[in-house]
């Protein structure tokens, strides 16, 4: 059945061990979730912590429950799949908590779409052998040499890649005549030949040597199912559906018969963190009609957000529909303490503030296993360990499963889909971000160049982006180009760990003086914001645009609110909400509008044009940078909606919730 939690009871949520945080599913996703169906594939987009993942899991355990209420011998079985093999683990854990029926667990496998073409092939014609990244570049430097082309191994490998394996080209005249989407450098007609021949060595040496690769797996795979007479699956959910290769995404369409509740895609593609581009309506996946957008991030707090977007730069982000993606709207409810951005002199120095960071917040009461730490490269992840555990903290990595105890440690990309109460970056620094290898040189190709980087700046922004409540980011020596100016760095170096003291208010009840919406708290400077914890910010901030019907006055909330004010907490959980300090004149509240948290530390989204109370919002005239504490000039419109409806966002616990007990869908 469904729970309609109230503030407190989501406050002492973020008191409790953080896995817990994870089994919720907010309403906004409900109706996106359990919908009884769709009439063909669906896509679902969202900034990081939006709930694309939960949404996709409580889609996947409803289609299961349907299949095993089927009669025996139907098809009816649920792929979950990702690009990434720790995620999918990680999504076959989530599931086990999220499904206790054994016989609807049963239909649902969850693969990575690497592990699923090799089971199909494995099944065709016993185990292959993928040829590692060494091999792979060996191969090429070699085919290169003898080519005597002016083009870098790294350039024929991505060709052969993006290009030949993408389209399945299986004829010199089919790579001749073929369009190169997504390629920045002309190739003549001429080179096109002695590329095509490179490639053919390649793929020849390799199958002399019984090996392949995870391409052109998929691509064998491919061709293995499409003259099944039943599909593999009925129905697919690809999470970080944005990292597929075209041959991949072809695999998943030979996997399941076109139809209703074919496909279920979650995607960001301000996360596409490897050099795969697709356009779903070039392999024929339609979801016009069924596309659905998720901006509140209930994860990460707004501080994290303002400062983590702008390191995505201004260069346009394509989304998988061929078009510019904008995280518009994209905003947060909850407040907390800014990012804490360090430099240090060398290795050593920042291994020792890293060990220091991880013991101040495992004093906060944070649970080792909610505290992430991550860099660009394996070998400083390594090193990073080897210092933490003589330094007495144990770490575990990433890929461990079951419950592993100890500092979770591992790569950016290892990091994808994951998340953390408390995250470090480290070694962000020129050098290791970007990563020089991964940055195709800019007089070779500017357009790859160009993709290079934004790539680089979207690994960054998903390792910032998996903190909920605290983020640390350091460097040696010269830091990163991506990261914001030094002077954008919050007025202390470091990081609070604690509300900052406040002058206590008076234990009057705040709704009975009217407010003018000017008034500011004590000591309160542009250039010093207010610090909200997340439990208060979940309390002051409206979470969506539709307020919730059938509970208490908001007033009310403002009367308990002030009280809380003298038993510990912060005046400053007042702020935001109707008749506080900050919030709307009382006249909003009698009109029961919604009131949105208002944005911490401005700036402009890529691709974006701000408007007000938007997480990019230029809130203030004038071109210098925006700076924390800077407020809206003015709010947006608002709904009215009943005065007597209790704000709070309700949420649902992470089970399978019977069929009977969910709201219809509008």
Not at 394 to 422: C, D, I, N, W, Y
């Amino acid at each position: 059945m469904t729970v309609d939690e109230t503030w407190d009871e989501v406050a002492q949520l973020l008191s409790h061990p953080f896995t817990q945080w994870r089994t919720f599913l907010h309403p906004s996703q409900l109706k996106i979730a359990y919908r009884p169906s769709y009439s063909g594939p669906v896509q679902v987009t969202g900034g990081p912590g939006t709930g694309k993942t939960v949404t996709l899991l409580h889609r996947a355990a409803f289609l299961a429950a349907q299949a095993a209420a089927r009669p025996p011998g139907e098809p009816g079985r649920v792929l979950i799949t990702s690009f990434n093999g720790i995620l999918a683990d990680s999504l076959a854990t989530q599931l086990d908590l999220l499904i206790q029926d054994e016989n609807v667990r049963r239909q649902i496998e969850v693969l990575n779409v690497d592990r699923l073409a090799y089971a199909v092939v494995k099944a065709a014609r016993g185990a292959p052998v993928i040829a590692d990244e060494g091999t792979l570049r060996a191969l090429w430097t070699d085919a290169a040499a003898d080519a005597g082309l002016d083009l870098t191994p790294a350039f024929l490998k991505n060709e052969w890649e993006q290009v030949i394996l993408a389209q399945d080209l299986s004829s010199e005249q089919a790579y001749l005549t073929c369009l190169r989407s997504g390629r920045g450098r002309p190739l003549t007609k001429n080179q096109r030949g002695q590329v095509w021949q490179a490639a053919q060595r390649v793929t020849e040496e390799l199958a002399a040597a019984r090996q392949t690769t995870h391409l052109q797996l998929a691509n064998e795979a491919t061709h293995l199912l499409r003259p099944a007479e039943s599909p593999r699956y009925r129905h697919i959910l690809v999470d970080d559906a944005q990292d597929l290769h075209p041959t991949q995404w072809k695999l998943l369409r030979a996997a399941v018969a076109p139809g209703p509740d074919d496909l279920f895609i979650a995607a960001d593609p301000h996360q596409r963190i490897y050099n795969n581009r697709v356009s779903l309506a070039s392999l024929r996946i339609n979801v016009r009609g069924r596309s659905h957008r998720l901006s509140l991030n209930y994860r990460t707090t707004q501080e994290i957000l303002a400062w983590a977007v702008p390191v995505l730069g201004t260069d346009p982000v394509t989304g998988m529909d061929g078009e510019v993606d904008s995280l518009a709207g994209y905003r947060s409810p909850m407040h907390g303490a800014p990012p804490q951005l360090r430099a240090a002199a060398n290795r050593s120095e920042e291994f020792a503030w890293l060990a220091e960071r991880i013991r101040a917040w495992l004093a906060l009461g944070i649970e080792p296993q909610a505290i992430g730490v991550t860099a660009r490269s394996a070998d400083l992840v390594r090193e990073a360990r080897e210092m933490l555990k003589a330094d007495g903290i144990a770490t575990t990595p990433l890929s461990a499963r079951g419950s592993a105890q100890g500092v979770r440690a591992g790569t950016m990309h290892a990091m994808k889909g994951l998340e953390f109460q408390a995250v470090a970056v480290i070694g962000v620094e020129h050098g290791q971000v970007p990563e020089p290898a991964a940055v195709t040189s800019e007089g070779e190709d500017a357009v790859a160049y160009a993709q290079d980087l934004l790539r680089e700046r979207c690994t960054l922004f998903v390792a910032c982006t998996r903190a909920r409540d605290y983020l640390y980011v350091s460097g040696t020596g010269e830091l990163s180009l991506f990261l914001p100016p030094r002077a954008e760095e919050p007025p202390s170096a470091e990081l609070p760990l604690e509300e900052p003291p406040r002058e206590e208010e008076p234990q009057a009840e705040l709704d009975s003086v009217p407010s003018t919406g000017q008034e500011k708290s004590p000591g309160h400077t542009p250039t010093s914001p207010d610090v909200v914890s997340s439990q208060g910010g979940l309390r002051l901030c409206e979470d969506s645009w539709r307020p919730l019907r059938g509970h208490r006055n908001p007033r009310r909330t403002v009367r308990e609110a002030a009280r809380s004010s003298n038993s510990g907490e912060a005046p400053a959980a007042l702020a935001g909400l109707p008749g506080g300090r900050d919030g709307g004149s009382r006249d909003n509240e009698l009109q029961g509008r919604s009131v949105l948290a208002r944005p911490v530390g401005g700036c402009q989204l890529p691709g974006h044009t701000a408007g007000p109370g938007d997480l990019g919002a230029r809130v203030q005239q004038g071109d210098r940078p925006p700076r924390d504490g800077d407020v809206p000039r003015s709010a947006p419109p608002l709904p009215r909606a009943d005065p007597h409806a209790r704000r709070h966002p309700r949420l649902l616990p992470w089970r399978l919730l019977p069929a009977a007990a969910l709201p219809s869908p509008a």
